[in-house]
């Protein structure tokens, strides 16, 4: 069973320490005794002011949507009530599923990057002609500022999601295959 976690959190944004932590938690939570419920954000936010995080519940929320933790344990859940002629199948499914939301999130920040950065030469060209026309006023230089600051900060916190995700997915099924067609030639 880690291992399909293992599979599933590779998958993930990077998290904080205190993210990953809440994740693991939120993952281990459910187990037949609670009738496979997951931990509640206050009972989660308990757990981690024990191990020394102080994270309020609403921040917890905020984690499980943008992690989509529901997705995960839904898909920890079906792997480990499958059988096993099934569990390879689920894990597989959900671990494309996770990559191609990922891929969907990466090109929207793409998207919403060029087209900041289109806004920001437009001001900037209303910049430089007011520029051109006279001294300029301090509170347009500061607009021009924070709006390049918001883009930058953007594009640098999607470069670090790009960072954590490995440049070409492999499935198992095609290192097999690869695996198949090599020839070994042993000489004695």
Do not use: C, H
Request: net charge negative; proline share 3%.
């Amino acid at each position: 069973m880690s291992e399909v976690l293992d599979e599933i959190k590779e998958d993930l944004p990077a998290m904080s320490e205190a993210q990953r932590l809440a994740y693991e938690i939120y993952l281990n939570s459910p187990s037949i005794t609670n009738d496979w419920t997951p931990i509640t954000e206050k009972a989660l936010q308990a757990k981690l002011k024990e191990k020394g995080f102080s994270v309020g519940a609403g921040s917890i929320n905020r984690w499980k949507k943008k992690f989509k933790w529901a997705e995960a344990l839904e898909a920890k859940l079906a792997v480990a009530m499958a059988g096993d002629d099934n569990k390879e199948l689920i894990k597989n499914s959900a671990l494309k599923t996770a990559t191609k939301n990922t891929q969907v999130s990466i090109e929207l920040n793409n998207a919403l990057v060029a087209t900041g950065y289109d806004i920001a030469y437009n001001e900037f060209a209303i910049l430089k002609a007011k520029s051109d026309a006279g001294p300029l006023d301090m509170k347009d230089f500061k607009k021009f500022s924070e709006l390049m600051k918001i883009f930058t900060d953007r594009e640098d916190r999607m470069l670090d999601r790009l960072a954590q995700i490995p440049r070409i997915n492999i499935s198992a099924e095609q290192i097999l295959g690869k695996l198949e067609v090599i020839d070994i030639e042993v000489e004695e």
